[in-house]
Nanobody, 120 residues
Framework: QVRLVESGGGLVQAGGSLRLSCLASGSIFRINVMGWYRQAPGKQRELVAQITSGGMINYADSVKGRFTISRDNAKNTVYLQMNSLKPEDTFVYYC??????????????WGQGTQVTVSS
């Protein structure tokens, strides 16, 4: 079984910073893509940033220049450094990873979500 656990959310004032972390654990053979999504109540989940095992990165236009995604392959961990936060960045943030297990099964896994609230 595979598990993703996020940490680092919270309440911050506009202009502030937060760093999210997501640790993948379990029967992992290889982690392909890792990323962060966010979702508001009643809305669709949207991509924030993704990073491949080779280091290719993709950002949503709304966060370019403010957010930085990185990963530590040795620790099976992905990070999201969020700077210059705005009230419109207030969402539940979810970690996502495409993982190949030791049983040779590949699938998408999600964390439980972490709330980020930016006050004006």
């Amino acid at each position: 079984q595979v598990r993703l656990v996020e940490s680092g959310g919270g309440l911050v004032q506009a202009g502030g910073s937060l760093r999210l972390s997501c640790l993948a654990s379990g029967s992992i053979f290889r982690i392909n893509v890792m990323g962060w999504y966010r979702q508001a109540p009643g809305k669709q989940r949207e991509l924030v940033a993704q990073i491949t095992s080779g280091g290719m990165i993709n950002y949503a236009d709304s966060v370019k220049g403010r957010f930085t995604i990185s990963r530590d392959n040795a620790k099976n961990t992905v990070y999201l450094q969020m700077n210059s936060l705005k009230p419109e960045d207030t969402f539940v943030y979810y970690c996502n990873a495409e993982i190949t297990t030791n049983q040779a099964m590949t699938g998408a896994y999600w964390g439980q979500g972490t709330q980020v609230t930016v006050s004006s």
